[in-house]
């Protein structure tokens, strides 16, 4: 069950569950829903934009980087993303 608005929790949370395996069980693949960190319902663009990431650099991609290497594996999870504007 994930904890809306908290991230940082529910990465936690996983990284115990996660926390029985090694690169020995030979995982391929870490698949993760989408906006499994944050929740999915929001009441508006206003009330999740605290919680948007930048791609490559956000909460999530460290966290699954982190796992994915401990483990020797792909990692895949769904974030709410930030969007940068080319105009700067």
Known sequence: MC???????????????????????????????EMIFTGYTFKSREDIEPLLEEATK????????????????YGRAGYPELEISSDG
């Not at 956000?58 to 594996?73: H, P, Y």
Request: glycine share 4%; with cysteine.
């Open 3 to 33: 904890i809306r608005d908290s991230p940082s929790f529910n990465m936690s949370r996983l990284e115990v569950s996660l926390g029985k395996y090694t690169a020995d069980d030979k995982i391929d693949v870490i698949l993760l829903p």
């Open 58 to 73: 956000g909460k999530t991609f460290e966290f699954l980087s982190k796992v994915a290497s401990r483990l020797k594996c």
